[in-house]
Nanobody, 126 residues
């Protein structure tokens, strides 16, 4: 079992930056692909970024590539999403997620992630 708790969301202006954090419980964090997803009102949940178990490989949605950076600290069970040059289109609830089972490859599909946090709201005013 993995429990995830996001933090760091808030209300910012266009062009600002935010860093989201995801705290994970359990001993398998370092064995799992981790991802960030987001869901805007009236839209489906969409992939934002993912990182392999070691943190050596990262994957991004085209809409955030070059602006967002995913990272993880396996020794302390933390994952982060640094978001720069935010726009109103980035407004959404952001979720961190852990892939199941362990030792799998990164995925952009929400259905491949079994564990989810409660989400943190990011609102960007234009």
């Amino acid at each position: 079992q993995v429990q995830l708790v996001e933090s760091g969301g808030g209300l910012v202006q266009a062009g600002d930056s935010l860093r989201l954090s995801c705290a994970a419980s359990g001993r398998t964090f370092g064995h799992r692909v981790m991802g960030w997803f987001r869901q805007a009102p009236g839209k489906e949940r969409e992939f934002v970024a993912a990182m392999d178990r070691s943190g050596g490989s990262t994957y991004y949605a085209d809409s955030v590539k070059g602006r967002f950076t995913i990272s993880r600290h396996n020794a302390e069970n933390w994952m982060y999403l640094r978001m720069d040059s935010l726009t109103a289109e980035d407004t959404a609830v952001y979720y961190c997620a852990a892939r199941q089972p362990v030792f799998m490859a990164p995925s952009r599909s929400p259905s491949d992630y079994a564990y989810w946090g409660q989400g943190t709201q990011v609102t960007v005013s234009s």
